[in-house]
């Protein structure tokens, strides 16, 4: 059949000027539903399902439409065409059948013939087509930059910029950094005297759309974010962390008074192991409301709130890029190379949750932190990886530096999975030094980027560019849905000109 099929088509290509084929799509994966969609987009057709030949007549309508039957091509044709094509048809003995025609209205509107003509002859109203789909919304190009856009990841601007960040004049370290002051730190610092560089640190974490997959898994990289958030700021050692732990459950309905007791148990088990402890925090165990007779439920969540003490505030590593031409981005990967997309912002953004979420089976390898890069000077920016993945992670480092960067991965996994890992910036003559401290503490560590002097962001995959942008109109975008946010709290005219300036 393909051979036939074949010498169809070349007859008609030889024929040059005169070709009567104006598009050919071949039919696979999700039959004519599909490849006949595809032929007919943008303009729309009138389909009917009846007019497919078919071998096996007692086959439904979704059958028909549905079944992915090979060495079958769906050609669009100038109406003078027709019969030409038919003729050549005969000739390689190929069926082919005229099943609709472009309508013009950007619909693909399938009918069910039979069931029109017995409704005619009943005298009864005439059936609804089978599908009537508007193909832009099928077809149409996909919303770009959605996981940016995403609350969980987008710039939080409309909560800090509004308040005075320095007050009493011992912050060390503010939420925003970098020339523009883009709210991107991952800790907080503060001086305990006016005549010293002694201080103290404090980084969050939490994960709860992970804890709709996996309640232990959540709680352990709950712990584990807060570490990777805590590890810029230099402190006295890793058993001096302290935590707070703040529950969220709506404890009272079925299950998940059972799965915050299994997460109870993944965080002693990992904070015992990581040598660090709780010494207070809150409990909301009623995060369930009813609304409109239905029960609106929070997803369990525990925020862990880490601190310890700085010895010197004076070494702090900022997400913001500052090398220029001369810096290199090594990724540091905490989660021993799996790659899951299982509660992902990835996935959110597409309304999904996933199957399997990650999670550091292997809690003892956050104990091999950077902190000797830090002490040494070797790092001149650092960001941990969490929501958005890896990709988000070097986007917000060009963001806040206002500079540009060129990425390189390997898989989509790779890019956007929620798991644990930290990115640096070094210097390029000093990453030597830096990959051979890092594999002395037993840490895999490889190089995803190089920053540079363009005014693009270039993000490749296979040795293909699926990114080329300019990375201020990608900052735009992760800034949007902040502004959006404050208009609900501020005059618009006000958040219009802070989004102009």
């Given at each position: 059949m393909a051979q036939k099929l074949y010498r169809v088509v070349r007859a008609c290509v030889e024929m040059r000027e005169d070709n009567p084929i104006v598009s050919i799509h071949d039919q696979g994966a999700g039959g004519n539903c599909n490849v006949v969609k595809e032929i007919i987009y943008p303009k729309g057709a009138e389909i009917d399902i009846w007019a497919v030949v078919i071998g096996d007549h007692t086959m439904s309508v979704l059958e028909i439409w549905s079944a992915e039957y090979q060495e079958q091509d769906a050609i669009l044709v100038k109406r003078e065409s027709r019969s030409m094509l038919q003729s050549i048809c005969q000739i390689e003995r190929v069926c082919m059948a005229v099943i609709g025609t472009i309508s013009g209205d950007e619909h693909v509107v399938l009918v069910d013939s039979?069931?029109?003509?017995?409704?005619?002859?009943?005298?009864?109203?005439?059936?609804?087509?089978?599908?009537?789909?508007e193909l832009q919304k099928v077809?149409?190009?996909?919303p770009q930059n959605r996981v940016l856009r995403l609350p969980s990841v987008c710039s939080k601007r409309f909560l800090t910029t509004k308040v005075d960040r320095c007050v009493t004049g011992l912050v060390a370290q503010q939420q925003t950094v970098g020339p523009l002051k883009i709210t991107l730190s991952d800790v907080a610092v503060i001086v305990q005297t006016y005549s010293d560089f002694t201080?103290?640190?404090?980084?969050i974490g939490e994960q709860s759309i992970k804890g709709l997959l996996?309640?232990?898994?959540?709680?352990?990289?709950?712990?584990?974010?807060?570490l990777t958030n805590l590890v810029w700021a230099k402190i006295t050692?890793?058993?001096d962390v302290k935590a707070?732990?703040?529950?969220?459950?709506?404890?009272?309905?079925?299950?998940e008074g059972a799965a915050m007791y299994d997460a109870a148990i993944a965080l002693s088990e990992a904070m015992i192991e990581l040598g660090i402890a709780i010494d207070g925090g809150k409990d909301s165990l009623s995060m369930a409301a009813h609304a409109s007779d239905e029960v609106v439920e929070a997803p369990g969540n525990r925020v862990i709130s880490a601190d310890a003490t700085c010895p010197d505030i004076t070494k702090i590593v900022t997400p913001h890029l500052k090398l220029g031409n001369d810096g290199v981005?090594?990724?540091?990967?905490?989660?021993?190379?799996?790659?899951?997309?299982?509660?992902s912002a990835l996935a959110q953004a597409f309304d999904l949750v996933g199957d399997e979420c990650p999670d550091p089976e292997d809690v003892s390898y956050l104990k091999r932190g950077v902190q000797e890069l830090l002490t040494d000077g070797l790092i001149s920016a650092g960001h941990d990886i969490s929501d958005g993945g890896l990709i988000v992670c070097i986007l917000e480092m060009a963001f806040a530096g206002n500079c540009e960067l060129s990425s390189r991965g390997n898989l989509l996994q790779t890019l956007f999975s929620g798991k644990l890992g930290l990115v640096l910036e070094v210097s390029e003559h000093e990453l030597g030094v830096v990959l051979e401290k890092l594999q002395?503490?037993?840490?895999?560590?490889?190089?995803?980027g190089q920053v540079t002097a363009a005014p693009m962001v270039e993000v490749k995959f296979d040795g293909i560019a699926h990114l080329n942008e300019e990375m201020s109109l990608l900052r735009d975008l992760w800034e949007d849905t902040s502004f959006k946010l404050e208009k609900f709290q501020r005059l618009a005219s006000c958040v219009d000109s802070e989004r102009k300036g």
């Open positions: 039979r069931a029109v003509q017995e409704s005619q002859l009943s005298g009864q109203l005439a059936p609804r087509p089978v599908v009537d789909l077809l149409g190009d996909m201080g103290g640190a404090c980084a996996d309640p232990k898994a959540m709680l352990r990289l709950a712990v584990g974010e807060a050692s890793r058993s707070s732990g703040n529950w969220m459950y709506a404890a009272k309905l079925d299950g981005l090594v990724h540091i990967d905490l989660a021993k190379g799996k790659q899951r997309l299982g509660g002395n503490f037993s840490i895999s560590a490889e190089i995803v």
